[in-house]
């Protein structure tokens, strides 16, 4: 079975850091770009950060750059998410998600349970 | 920065039929996929490449595209069918890979 699964959410204070882990496993890690997506509350879909299969691109977006490192460990199927300077609105539940790409359009499948992290003093 | 457009909310009596429905300028040209996600759970994949369907999703569930937009079908809705559903696309320009509309909260009368 295919399957993710987030670890590393919690409460932090806003300057605070974080780090969220996702585990893959059923599938070959080091062959997939792994993204992770987040949703704050009452809020849609937002993507946050993806990395290449070999770690060597990353790709954040704007609100997030300078202050989030995506990562991952092909040796042990894990993938990170280094937050740092951590501000009320990064207070969002955060998937990992597994990118299927054909011809250069992507789609998620699967997606981990997500972690949620509260960003708040 | 490139969007893609949905309605907050559809709703359907149990038996009919949903159509939520998706657009944006680049869908002509870029292919759309769909999640459900219900509270508490992570997205699942429900169509992918406007119309095709993973096995494990129950054929009551269709998709279609039509100059800018796409539309998600559901026949004859169930309850269990209640959900948030997004639509995502490639994003613009190469900065964005990938963008999501701001979902459909799909309520089963």
């Known amino acids: 079975e295919v399957q993710l699964v987030e670890s590393g959410g919690g409460l932090v204070q806003p300057g605070g850091s974080l780090r969220l882990s996702c585990l893959a496993s059923g599938f070959t890690f080091n062959n997939s770009w792994m993204y992770w997506v987040r949703q704050a509350p009452g809020r849609g879909l937002e993507w946050v950060a993806n990395i290449k299969q070999d770690g060597s691109e990353t790709y954040y977006v704007d609100s997030v750059k300078g202050r989030f490192t995506v990562s991952r460990d092909n040796a042990n199927n894990l993938l990170y998410l280094q937050m740092n300077s951590l501000r009320a609105e990064d207070t969002a539940v955060y998937y990992c998600a597994k990118a299927v790409i054909d011809y250069g359009d992507s789609w998620f499948d699967p997606w981990g349970q997500g972690t949620l992290v509260t960003v708040s003093s | 920065s490139y969007e893609l457009t949905q309605p907050p909310s559809v709703s359907v009596s149990p038996g009919q039929t949903a159509r939520i429905t998706c657009s944006g300028d680049a869908l002509p040209k870029e292919y759309a996929h769909w999640y459900q996600e219900k509270p508490g759970q992570a997205p699942v994949l429900m169509i992918y490449?406007?119309?095709e369907r993973p096995s494990r999703i129950p054929e009551r569930f269709s998709g279609s595209s039509s100059g800018t937009a796409v539309t998600l079908t559901i026949s004859g809705v169930q309850a269990e069918d209640e959900a948030v559903y997004y639509c995502?696309?490639?994003?613009?320009?190469?900065?964005?890979?990938?963008?999501f509309g701001g979902g459909t909260k799909l309520t089963v009368l």
């Open positions: 995502q696309s490639a994003g613009s320009n190469g900065t964005y890979p990938v963008v």
């Open positions: 490449k406007d119309s």
